[in-house]
C-alpha cells in the first residue's frame, strides 16, 4: 500500500508543472509578478554585463504572456515590466544615469527631445547607489506609464506610450545595451 502511494505521488510529481523561479548568477526572479491588475509571466532573464566580465545584474523580462518578438514587445500598449536585481556591490546613480542616456540616445537614434522631460524625471529617481541584492522593478501600465520602484518603494511614475517604448528599446532595441541579455530576456 505504502509502496502503491509513493508511486503515485512520483507520477504525480513528474507530470505537474512547478512554479519555479529562475536563478542566474547568483540571484532568483520570481516566476511571476504583478502589474497594476495584471499578473505577469517571466518571458526571460539574462545578465547585464560590463566589459564582458563585469556582471552588474540580472535582468527579467514580465509579460501578460510569453513573446520573443522584441518589436511587438516594445511597440505594445499593454502592462510588462522589468525586474533588476543587482549582483554588482556599488553602481553609483551618476554610472546608472550614464547609462540610461546613453540608452536612450540610441534608442531613439540621437533624438532624445521629445522625451527629454520624461528622460529627466526618470533619471532623477537614481540618486542612491544600487548594492548587491537592491531589486529594481521598472513596471509599465497602460494609461498609467512607467513606475519605478527601488528596494520595494515606489519612486515615482513617468506618463507616456514614447517613453515606455523608448526605455523597453534600451533592453529590447536594435542598439541594445546588452546583446546577450536581451537574447536571455526573449527566452533565447
Known amino acids: 500500500m505504502i509502496k502503491r502511494l509513493i508511486i503515485i505521488i512520483l507520477a504525480f510529481l513528474m507530470v505537474t508543472p512547478f512554479a519555479v523561479a529562475k536563478e542566474i548568477g547568483g540571484a532568483k526572479l520570481p516566476d511571476s509578478m504583478t502589474a497594476g491588475k495584471d499578473e505577469l509571466v517571466l518571458n526571460g532573464a539574462g545578465l547585464r554585463k560590463k566589459f564582458r566580465f563585469v556582471k552588474v545584474y540580472v535582468g527579467g523580462l514580465y509579460l501578460t504572456q510569453k513573446n520573443a518578438d522584441p518589436q511587438k514587445i516594445i511597440e505594445a500598449d499593454e502592462s510588462m515590466a522589468v525586474k533588476m536585481h543587482f549582483i554588482y556591490d556599488g553602481v553609483s546613480g551618476e554610472k546608472l544615469i550614464d547609462g540610461w542616456n546613453e540608452g536612450f540616445g ?83
Not at 113 to 139: G, H, Q, R, W
Not at 153 to 166: S, W
Open 106 to 188: 540610441k534608442a531613439t537614434g540621437g533624438n532624445v527631445l521629445p522625451i527629454k522631460k520624461e528622460i529627466d524625471k526618470f533619471n532623477s529617481f537614481f540618486t542612491e547607489e544600487a548594492k548587491k541584492d537592491d531589486v529594481y522593478d521598472i513596471i509599465y501600465n497602460p494609461g498609467q506609464g512607467v513606475s519605478v520602484f527601488m528596494k520595494g518603494t515606489l519612486k515615482g511614475t513617468i506618463r507616456g506610450l514614447d517613453f515606455k517604448k523608448a526605455l523597453f528599446s534600451i533592453w529590447l532595441g536594435n542598439k541594445p545595451a546588452d546583446s546577450a541579455l536581451k537574447k536571455g530576456m526573449l527566452g533565447k
